[in-house]
């Protein structure tokens, strides 16, 4: 298989590695019923009966949407609705001696949710991934509408926390149903419905202050409609409480009808996934562990990488957006003297009001196709960074007078909370898709854990920093409320500085060994076309567009050559880099794109007796041998990866450190994994295995259900050209493509994929058949792979039967 066909099918393992497979499928068909076609799902099993109607129903799931929609916007409507009215209400409830002071207390209220749900957040995700997805949705549903209807009949400042409080305790809805979400759909659709989470919770958090704005103090804005004698009259703030309590009743009552997606049954593991594990543990236990998922859900999450560093930057930019929630409405609300804008409680929710209209717009028909081209990293970052000069622009429209206010503010905020938004879903996207489905709950719930504490802090601390800001208004540094916009700046500096987490689309997450992120170095290269014509100098310029991504960068390389004269620029893409063939000091350079790069002198070949060579037909690996024979050092590069193999451990350090000289790198240690390849050695030898790209390739086609077989083809079953009624071209060449990849670590399916193969051009059902025949094989023993005894012979064995 040819540079571009490895480079395709390494990315289509990535891709589908997005979705962790469900294990608990492999159970014993004396459990199973037969759904059809060769596939089993347990009988009584909700989550097997939500696959199956995956598996029937290829389209978007719309009824399941409209579930994660109307749940996470009722969980995210209570959140910031009070943010409008808090001012006023604080100043009603007499706890405030001074104005200045207002800012302060609110901010108490506003951190009392968001501190009860740190609490019990991680809590929650545990709960689901025990009982289910829909018993803690219903629980969390139902402590709104007791809560936030409590929260508006508060009669006094303690009486508010506490409400707060609770409501935020036994509220864990959004970490379960970003697992439902992504669990009711098939991979394709993943984005989607993480998508329509970070939608329904934005525009909660955007209509709810918009409600908290317009049904506020209903007697004084609606007199001719609420007298002031009525429960809204004594309750001024209950109104648009009660709005949001009568929705999530609605709510509640409709999650009759939502199907559970967590599998109930017990893994039954057959006997011979038994063997394959017990081979494994005895090739290494300890790293097959780490490399399958410990037994041990908490300590195994902090060690995801992925995983942590995405929470991270989540838990961050949550501090920031929450500050900024509430530094809007109170420097909307306040006096122009004080740097405010002197709005009305309705201003400020016509505004949120827009702004959560146009989140629809943009979650629904933008964010789709700019994820899709950025990625969630890359359009995270570019968002934190536009989200810069608009707050730094908002303390100076205080000198604006409508219209013209009005129209700027609400450009900014719309832009302001789109760009939020982006954020938002990009760490949903890269949570969810760092971790599998049986942890997905406890990951969400730690996600929330993190968040909410970080939620709890910025209210408060936003509130102390404004009131703060208000009385330095002649300060020389940032007066006023210059100063609060100012370090909601510095909060988002961090977001862009921070690590992206793994999303799970590069294949080099989950790269070992040493990588290359970037530097400058000096070399000496030849032009294929003037390869006698004397050196040529080469100046690699790396990393001049940084992506950091779990603790690596990717690199985009241009590589300049001056030949002749004239000098020249390669862009390296993805694939493999050839650094060409040397013997001794001396490059016999073979072409790369035309071109070469040079990277001899990291090796120090001082001595004649040593040489370097590129073996042929193997792009991007390069041997120093020495001429004797007895020692060997093997260099192989992928994009910005780089493995390291050698006779004697010394001269691989000494390696390193030269690399260290040219580039920046970090060394990831021992190989483990490796597009798609699983590394696992001890003592006695090392094997080498795909299980979990076999795994995600039964999972993606929805046949981790289905019934194994003994051997990958059926020979008493002769395929022709006719075999059957046409079937999807691309699908069929994509799905042979992926098999292909396999039998770098199962030899045994070669002959089977031979004669697929054969049938590129013109796929029939038949040929469709043997295709899955030979995935149901592979269903059989995902483990398996090749074993390089340490003390073995590596001579290759053939054998014909020529009858």
């Not at 007078?401 to 719309?414: H, R, T, Y």
């Not at 045994?748 to 590129?760: E, L, W």
Request: with cysteine.
């Amino acid at each position: 298989m040819g540079r571009g066909d490895s480079a395709a099918s390494a990315a289509e393992q990535q891709s589908s590695s997005t979705t962790a497979p469900l294990l608990e499928k492999t159970s014993v068909e004396a459990e199973a019923s037969e759904a059809g076609g060769g596939y089993y799902y347990v009988e009584g099993c909700p989550g097997c009966a939500v696959d199956r109607h995956k598996a029937a129903n290829p389209g978007i799931p719309y009824a399941n949407f409209i579930y994660v929609w109307i749940v996470t916007l009722c969980t995210a409507l209570p959140i910031s609705s009070l943010f409008p009215f808090l001012y006023f209400m604080i100043r009603d409830l007499g706890v405030a001696k001074r104005t200045e002071d207002i800012g302060f207390y609110a901010g108490f209220v506003g951190a009392s949710f968001m501190f009860g749900r740190c609490l019990t957040s991680t809590a929650w995700g545990i709960a689901a991934d025990r009982i289910g997805r829909k018993p803690v949705v219903v629980f969390g549903i139902s402590s709104v509408v007791v809560f936030n209807t409590l929260f508006g009949l508060s009669v006094n400042y303690w009486m508010a926390i506490a409400t707060r409080f609770l409501l935020g305790a036994l509220n864990g809805l959004l970490g379960p149903i970003k697992a439902y979400a992504i669990e009711v759909c098939r991979p394709e659709h993943e984005a989607l419905a993480l998508s329509l989470v970070s939608t329904a919770w934005g525009i909660g958090l955007i209509i709810g202050p918009a409600l908290g704005g317009y049904l506020a103090q209903p007697a004084e804005n609606f007199p001719t409609v609420f007298s002031t004698d009525s429960i809204f009259g004594r309750f001024p703030y209950f109104l648009p409480c009660l709005c949001t309590s009568i929705f999530a009743a609605v709510v509640l009552l409709s999650c009759i009808w939502m199907p559970e997606t967590l599998h109930k049954h017990k893994v039954h593991e057959n006997r011979s996934q038994n063997i394959e594990a017990l081979e494994a543990h005895l090739i290494d236990s300890k790293e097959k562990v780490e490399e399958s998922g410990s037994s041990d859900t908490k300590k195994s999450l902090f060690r995801n990488w992925p995983l942590m560093s995405s929470i991270i930057v989540y838990c961050i930019f949550s501090f920031h957006d929450m500050a900024y929630t509430e530094v809007f409405s109170l420097w909307a609300e306040s006096d122009k003297k004080y740097g405010g804008l002197s709005l009305s409680s309705e201003d400020v929710g016509q505004v949120l009001a827009i702004s959560g209209a146009s989140l629809l717009v943009y979650q629904l028909f933008l964010y789709p196709s700019i994820n899709k081209v950025l990625g969630p990293i890359k359009s995270s970052r570019i968002a934190a960074i536009l989200c810069i000069p608009i707050l730094f622009a908002y303390p100076y429209m205080t000198y604006l007078s409508d219209p013209g206010l009005s129209i700027i503010l609400n450009i900014a905020s719309v832009i302001k909370n789109n760009l939020a938004v982006t954020i938002i879903t990009g760490t949903f996207i890269l949570q969810n898709n760092a971790v599998p489905q049986d942890q997905r709950g406890a990951a969400n719930g730690l996600s929330m854990t993190g968040m909410s504490f970080f939620k709890a802090l910025a209210p408060a601390g936003a509130g102390i920093v404004f009131s703060w800001a208000q009385k330095r208004q002649h300060a020389f540094f940032f007066p006023g409320d210059q100063m609060v916009f100012f370090l909601l700046n510095v909060i988002e500096l961090h977001v862009v500085g921070a690590d992206g987490g793994g999303d799970g689309g590069d294949p080099l997450l989950h790269l070992v060994g040493v990588t290359a992120t970037g530097g400058r170095r000096r070399g000496v290269g030849k032009s294929s076309k003037a390869r006698a014509a004397g050196e040529a100098e080469g100046s690699n310029s790396l990393a001049r567009q940084r992506r950091q991504i779990d603790k690596s960068l990717l690199i985009k390389s241009t590589v300049s050559f001056k030949t002749g004269g004239r000098e020249r620029k390669l862009e390296l893409a993805l694939g493999m880099v050839d650094y060409g063939t040397w013997t001794g000091r001396k490059m016999e350079s073979k072409p790369y794109y035309g071109e070469k790069t040079d990277l001899s002198s990291l090796f120090e070949l001082g001595e004649p007796s040593m040489s370097v060579y590129e073996q042929e037909g193997m792009d991007g690996i390069d041997v120093v041998q020495d001429n004797e024979g007895r020692k060997i050092l093997v260099l192989a590069v992928y994009v910005d990866g780089i493995i390291i193999t050698d006779d004697d451990e010394k001269e691989i350090i000494r390696l390193q450190k030269n690399l260290s000289k040219e580039f920046e790198v970090k060394d990831l240690g021992k190989l483990r994994y490796f597009l798609g390849i699983e590394i696992a050695r001890n003592p006695k030898g090392i094997v080498l295995s795909q299980r979990k790209y076999i795994l995600n390739l039964l999972s993606e086609t929805g046949m981790l259900g289905c019934r194994p077989v003994s051997t990958p083809i059926d020979l008493n079953h002769k395929l022709c050209a006719e075999s059957g009624n046409p079937v999807n071209k691309e699908r069929y060449q994509r799905l042979v493509g992926r098999l292909i990849y396999l039998c770098y670590t199962r030899p045994n399916i070669s002959y089977a994929m031979s004669v697929v193969s054969r049938y590129m051009h013109d796929p029939r059902s038949g040929h469709l058949d043997a295709v899955y025949r030979i995935i149901r094989y592979l269903k059989n023993s995902p483990g398996k792979g090749l074993l390089f005894k340490s003390h073995g012979h590596l001579n290759v064995e053939g054998y014909c039967d020529a009858d």
